[in-house]
Nanobody, 122 residues
Framework: QVQLVESGGGLVQAGGSLRLSCAAS????????MGWYRQAPGKQRDLVAT???????NYANSVKGRFTISRDNAKNTVYLQMNRLKPEDTAVYYC????????????????WGQGTQVTVSS
């Protein structure tokens, strides 16, 4: 059984900062790409940022230069540092991870966290 547990969401004024964390636990053999997605009310879930096991990153255009994704492989944890937040960043943020639970290729699947609310007031 694998779990992703997020923390760090909350209410912040526009221009402020928040740092999200997501820790993976359970029967983990290997974690490949980890990432953050967000979903605003009435909208689809969109990619925010991803980071590979060797540290290569990818960002949505809307957050480039403001958000930084990083990971600690020893702790099976991914972070999202969010600076210069805007009201349009308000959403539920979800952690996602590509995890294998054994050496078998067939054990690979994507896992989601439960989500953490980020609200940016104007």
């Amino acid at each position: 059984q694998v779990q992703l547990v997020e923390s760090g969401g909350g209410l912040v004024q526009a221009g402020g900062s928040l740092r999200l964390s997501c820790a993976a636990s359970g029967s983990i053999f290997r974690i490949d790409t980890m990432g953050w997605y967000r979903q605003a009310p009435g909208k689809q879930r969109d990619l925010v940022a991803t980071v590979t096991q060797d540290g290569s990153t990818n960002y949505a255009n809307s957050v480039k230069g403001r958000f930084t994704i990083s990971r600690d492989n020893a702790k099976n944890t991914v972070y999202l540092q969010m600076n210069r937040l805007k009201p349009e960043d308000t959403a539920v943020y979800y952690c996602n991870a590509d995890i294998r639970t054994s050496s078998s290729f067939w054990s690979q699947r994507y896992y989601w966290g439960q989500g953490t609310q980020v609200t940016v007031s104007s």
